[in-house]
């Protein structure tokens, strides 16, 4: 993997200060699950293939940020295992010059086969999405009935070699059986488990915040059972609150995106599927990189672009204000 030192790396900052060093890339809308609180349960419009930007235009992109400071990757979708010949991309990501970090965020269905095909092309973390351990439940919230599936997945990709963070979506009436085994597990299989509290970036637009099983609330169940210490200064690194357990096994992060959201330490910007980049999970507006390509736009006209996009980030979201408005895309069409 191409690597460029602090020193010599270009700064990119955007029009409230914040240093942007991530970019996350969906590679396809499509999913194999339909989760609750993502996908409607059937019926799902997905983009015309002929709009998703291809291989090569991705690294294009990619090859532009990078000039620009962005070093760390992230691929997402939809299921970015859905994209055919995925580790071929990783590989070309990973040879762009001041990309340091490709990493990807996946429900672990085809992690069997993929997993050492990814890590041989330079894929160098995985966060995994896993709500439940109870069958029952993890097939009621992904609308699919695979539980073994998936913890074979993880299986095969701690055996390839990766770190592994495992997402679950905390949310109430559901989770609070769930926390304490996806803690148990993430300390014996070594996986740091991080609950995300639920957004409201369902597709079927059921969200109520009563329905968010809140980061305090998670911590209290954690707590009558282990003994846990704050790392201090976690979220100047990433969206997620992190605790180290007392007797030193492990580490968990609590993503607290509506009751305490991050967006002051952000540092991320997002790209679709079909070319458009975001600069919020959250944006109302998108800024068409797809077309600029398309239409023979130069990559000097791709950083511009994105520079005026960035001038423009939002300070924060908005779901604890009265003008909250939902994005027109649900999670799985954004990239999560
Ligand atoms: N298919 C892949 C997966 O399952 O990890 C990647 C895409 S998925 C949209 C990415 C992440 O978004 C998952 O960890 C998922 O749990 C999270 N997510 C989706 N909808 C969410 C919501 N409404 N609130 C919080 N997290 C959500």
């Given at each position: 993997m191409a690597n460029t030192s602090?020193?010599?790396r270009p700064t990119?900052?955007?029009?409230?200060?914040r240093k942007i060093v991530n970019l996350r890339i969906s590679v396809?809308?499509?999913?194999n699950f339909r989760c609750t609180y993502c996908m409607p349960a059937d019926n799902v419009e997905f983009m015309d293939r002929s709009h998703l930007l291809s291989f090569e235009e991705i690294t294009r992109i990619v090859g532009v940020v990078s000039k620009m400071g962005i070093y760390r990757l992230r691929l997402t979708g939809g299921e970015p295992l859905l994209r055919k010949d995925l580790p071929q991309l990783v590989k070309m990501l990973s040879n762009v010059e001041g990309i340091e970090d490709v990493a990807m965020t996946t429900n672990a269905f085809f992690l069997k086969e993929h997993a050492q095909p990814l890590w041989d092309a330079g894929l160098k973390r995985l966060n995994i999405s896993l709500d439940a351990l109870d069958k029952e439940k993890f097939t009621h919230v992904n609308r699919r009935d695979c539980l073994e599936e998936v913890l074979e997945g993880m299986k095969a990709a701690r055996e390839a070699g990766f770190p592994i963070k495992v997402n679950a979506v905390a949310m109430k009436n559901f989770s609070e059986t769930e926390i304490v085994r996806l803690v148990e597990m993430g300390r014996s299989e070594g996986f740091e488990i991080r609950f995300i509290?639920?957004?409201?970036l369902d597709a079927d637009q059921t969200w109520e915040r009563d329905k968010v099983l809140l980061g305090h609330e998670i911590l209290d169940i954690i707590n009558k059972k282990f003994e846990l210490t704050p790392i201090q200064d976690s979220l100047e690194i990433g969206p997620a609150s992190e605790y180290r357990f007392a007797d030193g096994k492990g580490k968990i992060g609590i993503i607290t995106a509506v009751s305490n959201p991050f967006c002051d330490y952000c540092n991320r910007i997002r790209m679709t599927a079909d070319g458009k980049l975001r600069t919020c999970l959250f944006s109302a507006n998108e800024h068409n990189l797809k077309e600029l390509i398309r239409a023979n736009g130069t990559d000097a006209d791709i950083e511009q672009r994105i520079r005026e996009a960035l001038v423009t980030k939002e300070p924060g979201?908005?779901?604890n204000l009265d003008d909250f408005e939902r994005p027109t895309r649900a999670m799985h069409a954004i990239g999560g």
């Open positions: 602090e020193l010599k990119l900052i955007d029009g409230m200060g396809t809308d499509r999913c509290e639920f957004m409201p979201h908005k779901i």
